[in-house]
């Protein structure tokens, strides 16, 4: 996909885009993927297919998911405002396209082009939005509830009603069991909300699911 499919670019006046879309190159994303994990130096992702989890993990590695990104975010804004031990991890769900650039060009660009910079705190508080959320979901609603809401953001994030999502892989998003994934996706299909075999994900009423996850 194009640069300009992320929200984040579509948004600049036509010289930022372009100034930024000199320093970009297209990646593909892996399912799995710890983004930054393996970078030289830090990067900035545009993401224009992939999906990506915002993961907190704590001492024993244990990890639960705060927050999905899509296409109208960017990943790794942390270094480019000068965290550079950040606190969250960043793994692909879905995998898909992306643009990347070092995260030292975008910092200087918002230094010298206000309307990036504005971009980049919109941007910000908008994860911080999502933080927020998740954090208040994980206090307040059972494990049926939160499963609904991931699923239902799943689905608007990759713009898609089927997914590839194990039961493995939507535990550790959880930071729950497997077996209570297992559980709350047999009651969500009881109530024909989904279908799922081998690892694909069928989302038949997304209204329905929304009522599921207490979003409604």
Same mark, same amino acid.
């Given at each position: 996909?194009?640069?300009?499919?992320?929200?984040?670019?579509? =948004?600049?006046?036509?010289?930022?885009?372009?100034?930024?879309?000199? %320093?970009?190159?297209?990646? #593909?994303?892996? $399912?799995?993927?710890?983004?930054?994990? #393996?970078?030289?130096?830090?990067?900035?992702?545009?993401? #224009?297919?992939?999906?990506? %989890?915002?993961?907190?993990?704590?001492?024993?590695?244990?990890?639960?998911?705060?927050?999905?990104?899509?296409?109208?975010?960017?990943?790794?804004?942390?270094?480019?405002?000068?965290?550079?031990?950040? #606190?969250?991890?960043?793994?692909?769900?879905?995998?898909?396209?992306?643009?990347?650039?070092?995260?030292?060009?975008?910092?200087?660009?918002?230094?010298?082009?206000? !309307?990036?910079?504005?971009?980049?705190? +919109? =941007?910000?508080?908008?994860? *911080?939005?999502?933080?927020?959320?998740? !954090?208040? $979901?994980?206090?307040?609603?059972?494990?049926?509830?939160?499963?609904?809401?991931?699923?239902?953001? $799943?689905?608007?994030?990759? =713009?898609?009603?089927? *997914?590839?999502?194990?039961?493995?892989?939507?535990?550790?998003? *959880?930071?729950? +069991?497997?077996?209570?994934?297992?559980?709350?996706?047999?009651?969500?299909?009881?109530?024909?909300?989904?279908?799922?075999?081998?690892?694909?994900?069928?989302?038949?009423?997304?209204?329905?699911?929304?009522?599921?996850?207490?979003?409604?």
């Amino acid at each position: 996909m194009k640069l300009l499919h992320n929200g984040f670019i579509s =948004q600049l006046p036509a010289l930022e885009q372009s100034l930024i879309g000199a %320093a970009c190159e297209p990646i #593909t994303l892996k $399912s799995g993927q710890l983004l930054g994990a #393996t970078d030289a130096e830090p990067q900035v992702y545009f993401l #224009t297919g992939a999906t990506v %989890a915002m993961m907190v993990q704590d001492e024993r590695h244990m990890g639960v998911a705060v927050g999905l990104l899509g296409a109208e975010h960017v990943v790794g804004l942390e270094h480019v405002v000068g965290n550079n031990r950040p #606190t969250l991890q960043h793994r692909v769900q879905t995998a898909g396209s992306a643009w990347c650039m070092k995260s030292c060009i975008l910092r200087a660009l918002a230094l010298d082009h206000p !309307a990036v910079l504005s971009a980049i705190s +919109r =941007q910000l508080w908008l994860m *911080l939005s999502h933080v927020a959320f998740f !954090a208040a $979901s994980i206090q307040t609603l059972d494990i049926q509830a939160r499963l609904a809401a991931w699923l239902l953001l $799943s689905a608007q994030t990759a =713009q898609t009603a089927n *997914l590839h999502l194990t039961h493995e892989h939507l535990a550790h998003m *959880l930071g729950v +069991r497997r077996v209570s994934i297992t559980l709350a996706a047999g009651q969500l299909r009881e109530q024909g909300l989904l279908s799922y075999s081998r690892g694909q994900v069928h989302l038949l009423d997304l209204p329905g699911l929304s009522v599921a996850a207490k979003v409604a």
